[in-house]
């Protein structure tokens, strides 16, 4: 084989590759942003959908004199709660799943199995995409201590409030969605949230974790709580 064809064969393999390298970053910043796009908005439609029809059973009244039953237990891979974060910026919300599977994950943010329900005592662990999908937690690094985090679901708003700026750990570091959990600076039983998502911002060597105390509650039928704008 002469030189010069192998110098050609060398230089097509390059375009080649580069090529698909080429597809491949097209694929990850735009492709599975338009998929979480069109996924994360079927999750909100069915979402309201549940709310307009009144799937979502209410509390009893404080006059019932049987006690409330207990909440139906979350669907697996099935959306039950929006999540809002004003610093994120205004339109920022997305709709939190049950389980954080990755074929969930590509659909909205995900609640971790045996953690807390939203607003118990216990910890509401939720785990979210930092980039692709639609790229939900990219801004974690500017999360501050006092920031909102609002959740909704068929009856009730949760507002939650930032106790601390992210904490970076590893994936093994398990004990941060506890239900008092590790190294949070919590020191007993309480309504916590957990946060968390990949660290660098490319990558997934680390953890960026956030935790959050419930601040108050009120009825939907109430409209929006203020914190949405403080």
Known sequence: MSVRLIVRT???????VGALIVL?????????????AGATEGQIDTLR??????????????????PP????????GKPFAMLYIPRFGKGWEWPVLENTEVRTLQKGLGHYRGTARLGATGNFAVAGHRRT???PFKDFPKLRPGDAVLLRDGTTWFTYRIDKKPYRTVPSDVGVIDPVPRTSGFDGPGRYLTLTTCDPEWGSSHRLIAWAHLDATQPVTDG???AFHS
């Open 69 to 76: 039953p207990a909440p139906a237990a979350y669907r697996d």
């Open 24 to 36: 491949f970053v097209a694929y990850v910043l735009f492709w599975t942003g338009v998929k979480a």
């Open 10 to 16: 060398f230089s097509e393999l390059c375009i080649t």
């Open 133 to 135: 999908y639609g790229d």
């Open 49 to 66: 959908d549940q709310w307009a029809r009144g799937t979502v059973s209410a509390p009893a009244p404080e006059t019932s004199p049987t």
């Open 224 to 226: 929006r709580p203020a």
